[in-house]
Nanobody
Framework: QVQLVESRGGLVQSGGSLRLSCVVS????????MGWYRQAPGKQRELVAR???????NYADSVKGRFTISRDNAKKTVTLQMNSLKPEDTAVYYC?????????WGQGTQVTVSS
């Protein structure tokens, strides 16, 4: 069974940086797509970034150039480096793993960016 555990988020000032990590228990396969989503209050969950086993990544337009996703299959981790944070980045961030038609989610971690 796959379980995802995110690192703790936090409170950061606008313009600051924060790094989120997610550790996967269970096996990771080459077909797995790993990613980060977020959900702000009153809004739907949205994709932030995702990455394939080959390292191909895509990002939401709102975070391009500021966020970087990476994965380490040996360590079974996926990381989101967030720079130049803005108040509108405030949300609960979720780690995800997609395998065939099955999606797995972490419990979520709060990121708050103060202006």
């Amino acid at each position: 069974q796959v379980q995802l555990v995110e690192s703790r988020g936090g409170l950061v000032q606008s313009g600051g940086s924060l790094r989120l990590s997610c550790v996967v228990s269970g096996s990771i396969f080459g077909i797995d797509i790993m990613g980060w989503y977020r959900q702000a209050p009153g809004k739907q969950r949205e994709l932030v970034a995702r990455i394939t086993n080959g390292g191909s990544a895509n990002y939401a337009d709102s975070v391009k150039g500021r966020f970087t996703i990476s994965r380490d299959n040996a360590k079974k981790t996926v990381t989101l480096q967030m720079n130049s944070l803005k108040p509108e980045d405030t949300a609960v961030y979720y780690c995800s793993l997609s395998r065939f038609r099955q999606d797995y989610w972490g419990q979520g971690t709060q990121v708050t960016v103060s202006s």
